[in-house]
């Protein structure tokens, strides 16, 4: 019995003794780095005699630091925004246009980038919603049903009704595609729609479409309204796939759309997208197909991205800049966005009496001329709204550990 207690004890001051020098060590370790740093941020030439003992009695840890730095400086660049001049993008769209007009079948991905210029900030540029994140600065979500198709959204439907563009995959969860005009059969809203909810109670999931953003309410797993379906009673939910989930919605995600639109192309124009997420989805690669085979990729955006290796051309510039030079090339004339003309106004389901105050997010109406504002609505202007879709997912990986100022 004596024999056992000891064993234990024993044990037990073993394990303490393992955890303080696993403590000392990691001390040592961590003022060394601090000394190490210190020697290495000075140049050679002032170094003393010491110091350049210090960094070759810790060799290992100067590798560890210049690799660090090295990482560092790699993710700087690639969060650079680079334009090409004026001559090169001339070139380079002369170069797009030929490509489109000797494509097939021409499909189109579009990221946040295409809405920036509606003043909808994107997430990973210098001013993106996830940079401010990680510097420490707060944000908050915004209603922004105020936005309008951008010049992109235009040229884009543009393309499709001259036969060019056979099919759009979009990460934006704007509606600004639904709104420009483009035939909803030929658009894959990936990440959802902010201004559809849905019954998916009803077989098949019965669609409501709304003239604000639905997503006040709702966020990561909470999908729920608030609202009522009118056929069968049961809570509707937004349409928005946030970070860490798997959208299985029909419709607006349209994934079999995607995929054979993927399947059957021969070239890809990538617009406005960091791709970080697209290319996750090894179905919109045609990743099964050799790769002389699989359909040649262009790309438009300011910043790095990872499918840059594999693009038969990179253009470094604005969507829009690079659109209004595409439209002259292809000689197409692109009617600007009115919303007299909105699609979203003969496919909106109006609210019944009793939700007359189920939202207080801004209400799109159908001309500046007949613009109502409810009082229930809240002004973009006035205050910034909490809630929804946009911005979320940042927090996805992070362990949940804060970011301090």
Known sequence: MEGGANCIFSSRSERKASEK??????????????????????PAADRSEEEAAVLELHRDTVEELCRRELRRNVLKRKQEEVFDDAEELKYKVRQLALAIKQAKNLVVYTGAGISTAAS??????????????????????????????TYTHMCIRTMHKENLVKHVVSQNCDGLHVRSGLPRQVLSELH?????????????????????????????????????CSHCGSELRDTIVHFGERGTLEQPLN?????????????????GSSLKVLKKYPCLWSMNKPATKRPQLYIVNLQWTPKDELAVLKINAKCDDVMKLLMEELNLHVALYNRVD????????????????????????????????????????????????????????????????
Request: aromatic residues 6%; charged residues 30%.
């Open 192 to 228: 959802g729609n902010m201004f559809i909810e849905v019954c998916t109670s009803c077989s098949p999931v019965r669609e409501y479409v709304r003239l604000f953003d639905v997503t006040e309410r709702t966020s990561l797993h909470r999908h729920g309204t608030g609202r009522k």
């Open 120 to 149: 909808i900030p994107d997430y990973r540029g210098p001013n993106g919603i996830w940079t401010q994140l990680q510097k420490g600065r707060t944000i908050s979500s915004s209603d922004l049903s105020k936005a309008e198709p």
């Open 21 to 42: 020098a696993k403590i000392l060590q990691r001390e040592r370790e961590r003022k060394t780095f601090k000394l190490v740093g210190k020697v290495l941020k000075k």
């Open 255 to 271: 994934w079999e759309g995607a995929a054979q639109a993927a399947k059957t192309a021969d070239v890809i124009l990538c617009l």
């Open 342 to 405: 909105d699609p979203i106004f003969t496919l909106a389901t109006p609210l019944k009496p009793e939700e007359a105050k189920s939202h207080s997010r801004e209400v799109i109406t159908p001309s500046v001329e007949q613009e109502i504002v409810s009082p229930h609505t809240v002004s973009l202007e006035a205050s910034s709204v909490q809630g929804g879709w946009f911005g979320r997912g940042y927090r996805k990986g992070r362990n949940g550990k804060k970011k301090t100022p």
